[in-house]
């Protein structure tokens, strides 16, 4: 059973950054793409970014120039490193890993971005 555990949510200020990580229970390289979703208050579930097994990135638009995904394989580890925060930003974001017609989920962390 693979686990994936976020941290680094929190509250900060509208213009701040906030580096999300996302630690694996075991190797990433089999990974075929990893990647950051979200989900506001009443909204449904949304993509952020994805990051593929050939370093290729993909970005929605709301976030393309302010976020940056990575991943880190030696220590199977993904971030998402968030710059310019807006209130829109607010809500809990989620890791995921696809592996062949596996889907895998960590549990979420809170982004709260207000004044």
Request: hydrophobic letters at 30%; charged letters at 20%.
């Amino acid at each position: 059973q693979v686990q994936l555990e976020e941290s680094g949510g929190g509250l900060v200020q509208p213009g701040g950054s906030l580096t999300l990580s996302c630690a694996v229970s075991r190797t990433i390289f089999s990974f075929y793409v990893m990647g950051w979703y979200r989900q506001a208050p009443g909204k449904q579930r949304e993509l952020v970014a994805q990051i593929f097994s050939d370093v290729s990135r993909y970005y929605t638009d709301s976030v393309k120039g302010r976020f940056t995904i990575s991943r880190d394989n030696p220590r199977n580890t993904l971030h998402l490193q968030m710059n310019s925060l807006k209130p829109e930003d607010t809500a809990v974001y989620y890791c995921n890993a696809k592996e062949g017609d596996m889907n895998y989920w960590g549990r979420g962390t809170l982004v709260t971005v207000s004044s």
